[in-house]
């Protein structure tokens, strides 16, 4: 989770209306239907979720941005509450809240916060998480999708901004297109199985006494 406040205006995606302040609304009444205080709370990142710090309930809160991101919470918070129930160093949902929760039309989750500043782990302690995380085997209950790794890719596509030149939108489709025909070749060496998805040392922070992806 990215430090340092952000002020008003849209949020990274562009969405209409997801503002600091339609965010903060919309904290006050998740955190009184959750049973949380949410004064003090402090806004670290407007972008795809705001993401708010209870510091002093040491929870961190996130709003999506996207009205339509209910079923990708639900599936979050289960996939979450897997490795919890094994044991693997992942960030946990707070266990005694409900959630996701639907406020004003935005979905919000609620987090532990694993540390009070950021710390991130070590190239070492990644490759190792990941090790771990690979030997899991999760249950089918999670319904976790094929991973499409031009899903962002055609996603991003599609919001450019009116800014960009048509033949510029039109070589990068063409290009993605192309990309993705010769992944569709290729051979993997290794099995089918579980994987993190976006595996980089700023998705791995320190705990208060460990490091968790």
């Given at each position: 989770?990215?430090?340092?406040?952000?002020?008003?205006?849209?949020?990274?995606?562009?969405?209409?209306?997801?503002?600091?302040?339609a965010?903060?609304?919309?904290?006050?009444?998740?955190?009184?239907?959750?049973?949380?205080?949410?004064?003090?709370?402090?806004?670290?990142?407007?972008?795809?979720?705001?993401?708010?710090?209870?510091?002093?309930?040491?929870?961190?809160?996130?709003?999506?941005?996207?009205?339509?991101?209910?079923?990708?919470?639900?599936?979050?918070?289960?996939?979450?509450?897997?490795?919890?129930?094994?044991?693997?160093?992942?960030?946990?949902?707070?266990a005694?809240?409900?959630?996701?929760?639907?406020?004003?039309?935005?979905?919000?989750?609620?987090?532990?916060?694993?540390?009070?500043?950021?710390?991130?782990?070590?190239?070492?302690?990644?490759?190792?998480?990941?090790?771990?995380?690979?030997?899991?085997?999760?249950?089918?209950?999670?319904?976790?999708?094929?991973?499409?790794?031009?899903?962002?890719?055609?996603?991003?596509?599609?919001?450019?901004?009116?800014?960009v030149?048509?033949?510029?939108?039109?070589?990068?489709?063409?290009?993605?297109?192309?990309?993705?025909k010769?992944?569709?070749?290729?051979?993997?060496?290794?099995?089918?199985?579980?994987?993190?998805?976006?595996?980089?040392?700023?998705?791995?922070?320190?705990?208060?006494?460990?490091?968790?992806?």
């Open positions: 989770m990215a430090s340092g406040a952000s002020g008003g205006g849209m949020a990274d995606g562009g969405a209409a209306g997801f503002t600091a302040e965010t903060l609304a919309v904290l006050e009444e998740a955190c009184a239907t959750a049973g949380l205080d949410p004064a003090g709370a402090r806004l670290v990142r407007l972008g795809s979720h705001a993401v708010y710090n209870l510091s002093d309930l040491r929870v961190i809160v996130r709003i999506a941005a996207d009205p339509d991101a209910l079923a990708e919470m639900q599936r979050a918070v289960r996939v979450a509450r897997w490795p919890a129930a094994e044991g693997f160093p992942a960030n946990r949902v707070v005694d809240v409900a959630q996701p929760l639907v406020v004003g039309g935005r979905v919000v989750t609620f987090w532990e916060s694993v540390q009070d500043d950021e710390e991130y782990a070590s190239v070492t302690e990644l490759a190792d998480l990941l090790k771990r995380l690979h030997w899991l085997e999760e249950p089918e209950s999670l319904e976790l999708p094929y991973f499409d790794p031009f899903a962002k890719v055609r996603s991003s596509l599609r919001g450019l901004s009116a800014g030149q048509p033949e510029d939108v039109k070589f990068l489709a063409e290009r993605a297109d192309r990309l993705e010769d992944y569709g070749r290729l051979d993997f060496v290794l099995p089918f199985g579980l994987i993190h998805g976006d595996a980089n040392i700023g998705n791995i922070l320190r705990d208060r006494s460990a490091a968790r992806c």
